[in-house]
């Protein structure tokens, strides 16, 4: 079982520019959330996405969008890129009858200059 | 909204020695706390949770202790190793909304 895994592992971009990050749920996983790390602080919630649809969303802004394929893949797109997007993003997928325990993936780490 | 803090932002121990990791969290209707390791270039590994109907859970080598009278978490690991090294961080829980992660502390082992 591969885990959870994503797409790229690093990632520079420039102000202004549109990004888009790919994750794969661990196997038998279908419910998928992503979390914004920036240096030195604990995840944030970005949204969670089960059924193809976004189910949960944190505090961030439109420009931060999702979506899920129906083989529960995800990708992240971030739009007008800023230089506070600068960060680790993570993906974490969790089983189908409890969201409670997820399993994150290793990150990427996107510079935005 | 909701926030989890940490007491200790840093921590270095012998090797062989106990750690302990301590946690504030604000909301007292959290009914489900994770700690989660973290080491460099990693995503986040679960290490061990606790429901809020409890107030003790062992697993190997670590403990994580509950006090709902005082919104407290502590995590901790018996004979530390070299291996413990890494970023440690407390997550809650709302009735499976999305958890809300404290900034983390790092663990330090020394030889």
């Known amino acids: 079982d591969a885990g959870v895994t994503q797409s790229p592992t690093h990632l520079i971009k420039t102000r202004g520019q549109q990004v888009t990050l790919r994750c794969s749920p661990k196997?038998?996983?279908?419910?998928v959330s992503w979390y914004q790390q920036a240096l030195g602080q604990g995840p944030q919630f970005i949204f969670q996405y089960y059924e193809e649809e976004e189910r949960q969303r944190g505090n961030f802004p439109d420009r931060f969008s999702g979506h899920q394929f129906p083989n529960y893949s995800s990708e992240l797109n971030v739009n007008a890129l800023l230089l506070g997007d600068s960060a680790l993003y993570l993906c974490a997928s969790s089983l189908p009858t409890d969201t409670s325990e997820q399993y994150f993936g290793p990150g990427t780490r996107l510079t935005v200059t | 909204g909701e926030s989890v803090g940490l007491h200790l932002p840093t921590l270095s121990v012998q090797e062989g020695d106990n750690s302990i990791i301590n946690c504030a969290y604000s909301?007292?209707?959290?009914?489900?706390f994770i700690w989660y390791k973290q080491e460099s270039g990693k995503g986040p590994q679960f290490i061990i949770d606790?429901?809020?109907?409890?107030d003790k859970r062992q697993g190997q080598r670590v403990t994580v202790l509950l006090n709902k009278t005082v919104k407290h978490l502590s995590l901790q690991i018996a004979a530390t190793q070299p291996g413990d090294s890494a970023v440690y961080f407390c997550a809650e829980n709302f009735y499976g909304q999305n958890f809300v992660f404290g900034p983390g502390t790092r663990l330090s082992v020394l030889p």
């Open positions: 606790i429901r809020s109907n409890m």
């Open positions: 196997s038998g996983h279908d419910t």
């Open positions: 909301n007292s209707a959290s009914d489900y």
